[in-house]
């Protein structure tokens, strides 16, 4: 089953309908999505009301050094982890000032999986001033595919949790 253009657009819509009711910001922190997440919100006239920073931060330096992401986490459990994916949420939430902000990490391939994280592995967190929620997906596909799998996993999960606030 493929996932459309329009089926993003359509999540990233219900997702600023959702901030907008709540008076909520939101921010992001993407590596193997590369902004997508970003993309999907920008796209959306007026979006600067609710979504404010978006960091890209691809490399473990870059983690580190735009989020301070601990080194020791980075080494100890590797970029695409439910424990370095929870510090990038945090800290994005933090330097960006938002309610609200999602992180995710993963191999969305052709290379660089591993028997542990094979290709399709992605680690998703969401954070804001009471919680952070990670998560673990294993996507099929090609890397298109797992990207844009993941872009749909966290726009529905962020509905997910605007809803439970009603």
């Known amino acids: 089953m493929s996932i459309s253009e329009s089926d993003l657009n359509s999540l990233a819509e219900k ?43 691809y490399s473990n330096q870059a983690k580190h050094n735009l989020l301070n992401v601990s080194k020791d ?9 439910k424990i370095v994916v929870e510090e990038m949420a945090e800290r994005a939430r933090k330097i960006s000032r938002s309610n609200i ?11 660089g999986g591993t028997k542990d994280k094979p ?13 952070t929620k990670s998560f673990e997906k294993l996507f099929s596909g090609d890397r298109d595919d797992v990207r844009r799998s993941s872009v749909k996993f966290i726009l529905e999960e962020i509905i997910n949790n605007l809803n439970s606030l009603h």
Do not use: M, Q, R
Request: proline share 3%; aromatic share 10%; glycine share 14%.
């Open 73 to 81: 986490s980075l080494i100890n459990h590797g970029a695409v982890s």
């Open 119 to 131: 290709v399709g592995t992605v680690c998703f967190a969401y954070a804001d001033e009471k919680v």
């Open 101 to 111: 902000s999602i992180s995710i990490s993963g191999i969305a391939g052709p290379t």
């Open 15 to 57: 997702v600023a309908t959702l901030l907008l009711e709540n008076n909520l910001t939101i921010s992001t922190a993407e590596s193997c999505t590369g902004g997508w997440v970003g993309k999907e919100f920008t796209g959306i006239p007026g979006s600067s009301k609710w979504y404010g920073t978006g960091f890209i931060t």
